[in-house]
């Protein structure tokens, strides 16, 4: 099994005992079909760790299993979260210990008021203490977020233009303060400008009490969010960690250095383009976003 | 074609409550875990006929209330015409009703009440549990308590009264204002409408009757509370609501029953007449225990350029059939129906509603929603009927199922029969499994997976909460989560 080639180990992952998420050997199956062969990956609070894949690696399946879809079957591996088995959590477990999912794609709910939802969210992982300052709180966040108060009001993602779900899901992601966030490809399906105050709603987050684990397939992402580790996935394994500067790389020469330089080591790499396509969802091309397409995995 | 469908138009949206949310909200706490009203209180009762019907408990009732011949008269045609026709050959199963075993009149008290006070001490307490003296004191502007037959309490607010508003039981209505009664009973839901018409005509008792004199809006509700407390009680409820020109009322219907293992059976009869330019507004949030087989013709008729809306919410009972229907008699003339319906384990809700246009330039909507849990079953009827003439009539139906378990079922019968071509019509029917998506969406922000599908629940029949007034919108988001908790039944 091979995480990542020896010489591109990052120092910080010798061990991952007493880490805020420690991620080891990782396999997930989608319908019975293995996608994610063996990650190991460990984030701690105060970092960025950006993942990068082009589409069909298996970035999304990874999001998905570690927050707990039903779905996505984990069949081998551990995964901590702060020290505790993360894998034996339900979806909301994992919420309330400090998880949380920026989606790509936000499931919409008619009948359910935004406003409603968030301080049911912010009762179950903060208690009922929580509500006594929810308004202010939330109130700060919109200002952040340049939402108007009229969200509030509106169904849960219900007839949200792409850049409206993106903030939505940043607004979640500041009021539950998670200790690690994952955030699936959310620059996907902005304009510039949505873009510019999603980037700087994450900005405004980070911090010593919270790791992200930035999911995309362009780097336009990280070069508003800096992160401080670059990982590669390819082929539902993790194949080159670095710090920025591998962001770079990818984006100057594309995946295909990496790929060979892998070929030359002697590492057999399944690409799995028709399946991750197929399950993770990912973007057609990497410039062809479609900001209004707006369902989640429904009718799968 | 997916068709934009108001459920309420301006002139009867409820008086939003700023604090409504808020409320709402609070109420959410401190929920009862089971079938909160399934007691039953001793038996005490001043009168209580034997099992069984037959043509001398038809001439007891009558001989009991000391009413006119042509009411005697009218009682055993219909009885006639009960046992002369055979039970309908569609819809849910009711051939394990025994119409022998029911009781079919009780009496639980010598009088009625003028004041709380004065109701037996079980019964008070019945309705004290219940909140109704509560509801009474907050927000009602008159209010009816029947126990099994008979109306053991009601009121009216004074100045109401001074307008020349009538709210009394129906056994009141037909003494005091015989013509009235008289001239309208029967009128909108003749006996020989179905068997259970021809059943509750023959042996009605209670319910209430309501008239609105031209021009007088009645702001805030006026409610009737259904109690049957008895095993194999037969609750036969008859209620008139006549709105002269010009005027609003709105009627708000609750019913509860203990839990037992015999059966009950209830079958109202209610019969609403909107004239010229009236609006009537008829609630029910209906909650029988799982014993009760509810069997309710609701009809009305609507005049030049009036309004009726009926809000038609179902939970609980064995078998509900239900499809309060409206006909638009005139010009103008417009209706609304909204239901609700959830079926959990072992129930069977059979609604919807129907509309006949007979006039140009009428307006309906009937707009269905319903859950199905366990192996729970609902079925929705829509019955449009647009006549030749009636052009520029506009009609939208809609209705949404929502399964949460592999084995409950939903099924749905529209017809639509349009007479005239210059009209416009809407049509559209979902069933929808609760989304896996959603509810991990929701997980994912730290929802259990019960308050997770209790949110997907509320949400996907909130355009029917959201016509409630906000006491029964608590009420009604309590009792959905009580049905979550699977303690029910």
């Given amino acids: ?300 | 074609m997916a068709t934009d469908i108001e459920v309420t138009s301006k002139e009867l949206a409820i008086h939003v409550d700023p604090n409504r949310e808020r409320l709402l909200r609070e109420a959410e706490k401190e929920l009862p875990l089971e079938y909160s009203a399934g007691w039953s209180d001793p038996e005490t009762y001043f009168f209580k006929s034997g099992r069984g019907v037959s043509r001398e408990t038809v001439e007891m009732i009558s001989r009991m209330k000391n009413e006119p011949a042509w009411m005697l008269d009218r009682r055993i045609k219909s009885y006639d015409h009960f046992l002369s026709r055979k039970m309908p050959s569609w819809g849910a199963d009711l051939s394990e009703i025994n119409f022998d075993e029911m009781y079919y009149y009780i009496k639980p008290a010598r009088e009625q009440g003028k004041t709380w006070d004065d109701v037996p001490q079980d019964i008070k307490n019945t309705f004290d549990k219940l909140g109704i003296p509560e509801a009474e004191r907050k927000f009602l502007a008159g209010v009816s308590a029947q126990y099994e037959s008979e109306v053991v309490y009601h009121s009216l607010r004074e100045d109401l009264e001074k307008l020349g508003v009538i709210f009394t039981d129906m056994d009141s209505g037909l003494r005091e204002y015989p013509e009235m009664v008289k001239r309208y009973f029967g009128t909108v839901i003749p006996y020989k409408d179905n068997k259970f018409a021809a059943l509750n005509t023959a042996v009605w008792s209670g319910g209430s009757f309501v008239y609105v004199p031209k021009g007088v809006h009645v702001a805030i509700p006026l409610q009737a509370y259904f109690r049957i407390n008895a095993k194999n009680a037969g609750q036969f409820e008859r209620t008139l609501i006549i709105a002269d020109e010009g005027s609003y009322v709105h009627y708000i219907e609750g019913c509860t029953a203990p839990i037992w293992s015999e059966d009950s059976l209830h079958s109202a009869v209610v019969e609403l007449i909107a004239m010229k330019d009236a609006t009537i507004r008829y609630t029910t949030v209906q909650n029988w225990s799982n014993n009760v087989y509810n069997i309710v013709t609701k009809r009305a008729v609507a005049h030049e350029n009036a309004t009726v809306a009926w809000i038609d919410g179902n939970l609980g009972s064995k078998i509900t059939m239900k499809y309060p229907a409206v006909y638009l008699l005139g010009r103008g003339s417009k209706a609304e129906i909204v239901t609700a319906a959830f079926a959990n384990q072992g129930q069977v809700q059979d609604a919807g509603g129907q509309v006949w246009h007979c006039a140009p330039e009428t307006t309906s909507t009937i707009t269905s929603k319903s859950v199905s849990k366990g192996n729970g079953r609902t079925s929705f009827r829509g019955w449009l009927k647009i006549y030749k003439g009636c052009v520029d009539s506009v009609s939208a139906m809609r209705c949404d199922a929502m399964l949460l378990d592999k084995e409950c079922r939903s099924d749905t019968y529209p017809t639509i029969e349009v007479d005239e071509e210059k009209v416009a019509l809407g049509h559209e029917a979902t069933v929808s499994k609760i989304g896996e998506e959603e509810l991990f969406y929701l997980m994912s922000r730290g929802l259990s997976e019960r308050e997770a599908i209790t949110q997907i629940v509320n949400g996907f029949i909130e355009p029917f909460t959201k016509t409630l007034p906000m006491e029964y919108a608590i009420e009604l988001n309590r009792l959905i989560q009580m049905q979550m908790d699977g303690a029910v039944g």
């Fill in chain 1, 1 to 300: 099994m091979v995480a990542a080639p020896a010489t591109n180990a990052p120092i910080h992952q010798s061990s991952s005992d007493g880490a805020t998420l420690a991620i080891r050997d990782l396999h997930v199956n989608i319908d019975s079909r293995e996608i994610i062969h063996g990650i190991d990956l460990t984030v701690n609070k105060g970092e960025v760790h950006a993942i990068l894949g082009p589409n069909g690696s298996g970035k999304s399946t990874l999001a998905y299993a570690l927050m707990g879809h039903p779905r996505y079957a984990v069949t081998s591996g551990e995964v901590e979260l702060k020290g505790e088995d993360l894998l034996a959590m339900s979806a909301d477990e994992r919420s309330r210990n400090g998880l949380f999912l920026c989606f790509q794609y936000p499931t919409s709910i008619p009948g359910i008021q935004m406003g409603n939802f968030l301080r049911l969210a912010m009762k179950a992982r903060f208690g009922d203490a929580a509500i006594k300052t929810f308004r202010k709180e939330l109130t700060e966040k919109l200002r952040i977020l340049k939402m108007d108060e009229s969200y509030m009001r509106r169904y849960l993602n219900e007839g949200f233009s792409g850049g409206e779900k993106k903030k939505a899901e940043i607004l979640q992601m500041a009021l539950l303060k998670p200790e690690i966030a994952i955030m699936d490809e959310t620059d996907s399906g902005l304009d510039v400008d949505a873009f510019k105050v999603v980037a700087d709603g994450v900005n405004a987050m980070r911090g010593p009490d919270v790791g992200f684990v930035v999911i995309t397939h362009y780097n336009r992402m990280l070069e508003y969010i800096k992160p401080d580790f670059v990982h590669v996935l390819i082929g539902g394994k993790i194949v080159k960690s670095g710090g920025p500067e591998l962001a770079l790389a990818v984006d100057q020469h594309g995946y295909q250095p990496i790929l060979e330089e892998l070929r030359e080591q002697g590492v057999e790499i399944e690409l799995m383009e028709e399946a991750g396509a197929t399950y993770a969802r990912e973007e057609p091309t990497e410039r062809e976003h479609d900001p209004f397409r707006s369902h989640g995995l429904t009718g799968l």
